[in-house]
């Protein structure tokens, strides 16, 4: 499901735009526990999407990614964004578009 910035309360958009990292979670195999990462992201107004950055040193979220596309972003860290008291944010959905 893609979320463009109008369907969104904005103090919710901000938190997308002036956070500096997420927790990137991806579903392991075969127990299907989750499995959560730090990552930096970038919140695309024009897409309702984000796009997330990670080390090509470590792929093992990309190829848990490709073998299960549900994840969740959970933003909860909020230093260096100059936002005044936000709340914690949880997005989850089909990470099905990333590239492996």
């Known amino acids: 499901m893609v979320f463009m910035a109008d369907d969104l309360p904005t103090e919710v958009v901000e938190v997308f735009k002036r956070t500096l990292t997420c927790e990137f979670s991806t579903m392991s195999r075969p127990d299907d526990c989750p499995i959560a990462s730090p990552m930096t992201h970038l919140w695309r107004d ?46 989850q959905g089909d990470g099905g578009r990333g590239k492996v």
């Open 46 to 91: 024009d897409l309702g999407e984000f796009v997330l950055s990670s080390s090509v040193m470590v792929p093992r979220k990309l190829y848990r990614l490709h073998d299960d596309p549900r994840v969740s972003l959970t933003f909860t860290h909020f230093a260096g964004s100059e936002l005044v008291d936000p709340f914690p944010v949880l997005v």
